[in-house]
């Protein structure tokens, strides 16, 4: 994904316009509209409130006001939202029957107007049908365990079933289900002999599901339905509610203000599973992993909250906070009786760095003719930004050009011959570190183009003159290579600073900005709806969160500086590799609401280099390595297999048949990774020996960095074109 700040772009003058007309109009353009909930016996009858209907209809507005793409809001995109809807909720067709969704269609063509008004009562309707639906299909599955099942009998579970029509009857369904029953029982048969032990794991597992949708609330509804609205105007208009609009900023900011501990249920206890080094759980030198949480409290005085049986989100959700404030956990330590008295540990949350989400190096050694070729890797998962850093001036926010220019200084340092940046399955993030990051590459110059809504064009530049590398480069990119990855890439490309390697890019050329919903809707509103929604106590947030969540808006599209949009085609790579990633089911060109590829002016850029000449000799090394290298046919293997299974939709319940292919394919399986392991000359594996830890068995990486040694030693590097403009 791609996200700019209001602040930070090139079309923030725009928004603050926007920003401006919306708080002042707020007020009066909020007033909800009442529902008229219908009640579903067998459902948790989950029911929207007031605030959600007021953020329902100034999202709506936004989009039909503001939104780069403009689409109205009518019957048409009803009917798309509304098929996204049931998709979202049963797109394998095993909960609705097709009486459901017959009832449902008289809602095709009128949730287009319930959104204007903020009604959401159909689409709560929908979705606790489908939770009646789901209760009773895996409330009967939990009676079909104690049957006694033929593990002989030919017979197949169709477990694809989204080609498939909607199920006519209860009886139908009940044998659908009967076939699921027996086809889990026959996976742990598989394992395990003791079939007693295997239907009491199975009841336990059917339970957890049970007692997970039990937990769903009324914010996890409004979620599934806000996401089938804004994806049938744009793949990449988004809501987020209060807890995945934290999470979302967590992964923007790669920081956390926390304790520095990861959190997960087990046994209705939210346990601790990893602890961050040098946070504050690890310096309180009081807790461990496996530690349960039993409640929390705000503050050194704070009333504690029994967290019990919560959902993990909720309970991250009080126990992270602003830096600089305390709280205090009742824990029960890791293997105590649940009857014991849990202690009680304080501490003071802090910013947390999530390093393990960063960029980072390592140094590769090549052989060219006998010479040794040192190629230094940067692997960057995102373009990452601390905004609220930023905004406050702190001239060390956390970023990922502020990252990946330290790891640069000391790459350099270790004299490394080339480098190599790995955007494999880097979705985007910040367009400012896009533009920044290219910075470091080139001395200056027009990095992308953004057109707005009223087709404005500006160009965003790389002002500083400072190289932080100057040396041969080659970036790598996959098919999950998106927005800011592909803006980073194309003006590398365009440049000609750098090699692109690997596969077509997914295609993203849009621009989006990140709305906090509780700066749009009005002090006056939010009391408002306070006293309707809290008895009368005003709504505030908990720890990180926001109240009314945030809308990450596609105000803008983006182009290369010589013209192209990356909609739809992405960037192409100079030398390209087998895609593991399916390009027909993954990329914006697989989705209905894309917008179109289109071409604007070149930009006036002076380019650094040309491989026009050395493309030839390096494309035609690399097909000879690949034409003899095991690597390179396991990966193709790889893919047949992969496009062989997605095609599988059902399975053998016979024992022996099933036995049989799974035996078959587990030795397939460990034949290949010991071969893959020779081919890169590493040790095979005895069976039931684990793979060491760290071990690399990343063919592609290995090869990009040869693609780079090449180059090197034809001591071509990257021929300058002088003062040339770009053609």
Known sequence: MFYTN????????????????????????????????VKVAGSNDLQPDEQQSVVCKQVASLISNYNYKKVPLNDSVSAIIFDRYIKS?????????????????????????????????????????????????????????????????????????????????????????????KYDLLNLKLANADMAKNKETLKKRYENLLTQTNKLSNQDVFQYFMDAFTEAIDPHTNYFNPSNAANFNIEMSRQVEGIGASLQVENEYVTIKTIVAGGPADKSHQISVDDRIVAVAQGKTGEFQNVVGWRVDNAIAII??????????????????????????????????????????????????????????????AFYIDFNDYKAGNPNY????????????????????????????????????????????????????????????????????????????????????????????????????????GTQTYGKGSVQSAIDLDRVIGSSLRDKIAGVVGGGKKTTSTGSQSTYGQLNLTIAKFYRISGNSTQHKGVTPDISFPSVIPLDKYGEDTEPSAMPFDIIAKTDYTKTGDFT?????????????????????????????FKKHDADDSVSLKESDLKKQRDDD??????????????????????????????????????????????????????????????
Not at 95 to 121: H, M, P, R
Not at 152 to 178: C, G, H
Not at 332 to 346: D, I, M, T, W, Y
């Open 6 to 37: 209001p602040d930070l772009t090139t079309v923030k003058d725009m928004f603050k316009k926007v920003y401006l007309l919306l708080v002042l109009g707020a007020a009066l353009a909020c007033k909800a509209s009442p529902s008229k909930p």
């Open 89 to 181: 909720l049963d797109e394998n067709h095993s909960y609705f029957l097709a009486s459901d969704i017959k009832d449902f269609e008289k809602y095709k063509t009128v949730l287009d107007d319930d959104i204007k008004a903020g009604n959401l009562a159909d689409a709560f309707y929908i979705f606790n049908v489908f939770q009646k639906r789901y209760i009773e299909h895996v409330k009967y599955s939990i009676e079909q365990i104690s049957k006694n099942f033929d593990f002989n009998k030919t017979e197949t579970f169709v477990y694809d079933r989204d080609k498939l029509p909607w199920i006519a009857t209860q009886s139908d369904m009940d044998a659908m289900w009967t076939k699921r029953v």
């Open 320 to 381: 992270r906070g602003t830096k600089g404030t305390t709280v205090r956990l009742e824990i029960l330590p890791a293997g105590v009786n649940a009857s014991a008295k849990p202690k009680v540990v304080e501490m003071v949350r802090e910013k947390i760095i999530l390093k393990d989400q960063s960029a980072k190096k390592e140094i590769r050694t090549y052989n060219s003719n006998g010479k040794t070729v040192r190629i230094g890797l940067i692997s960057i998962p």
């Open 398 to 501: 956390k970023s990922t050009t502020h990252d990946v220019k330290a790891i640069l200084d000391s790459l350099k340092k270790e004299n490394v011959d080339g480098l190599v940046i790995d955007l494999r399955e880097n979705g985007g993030g910040s367009l400012m570190e896009a533009i920044e990051l290219t910075g470091l590459f080139i001395k200056t110059g027009p990095v992308v183009q953004v057109r707005d809504t009223k087709d404005q064009v500006e160009i965003d530049k790389d002002e500083d003159p400072d190289i932080s590398y100057s040396g041969p480069m080659a970036v790598l990119v996959d098919r999950f290579s998106a927005s800011a990855s592909e803006i980073f890439s194309g003006a590398i490309q365009d440049y000609g600073r750098g090699l692109i390697l």
């Open 613 to 641: 000449g050395v493309l030839p000799q390096l494309k035609k090394l690399h097909d000879q390595r690949m034409a003899g290298s095991d690597s390179y046919k396991y990966l193709l293997e790889d893919i047949a297999d």
């Open 666 to 727: 587990e030795a397939k399986a460990f034949e290949r990774n010991n071969l893959r392991r020779v081919a890169l000359g590493l040790p095979a594996l005895k069976k039931g020996q684990t793979k060491p830890k760290n071990e690399d068995l990343d063919f592609v990486k290995r090869e990009a960095g040869q693609i780079m040694t090449d180059y090197i030693s034809l001591d071509n590097k990257f021929t300058s074109v002088g003062s040339q403009p770009a053609n």
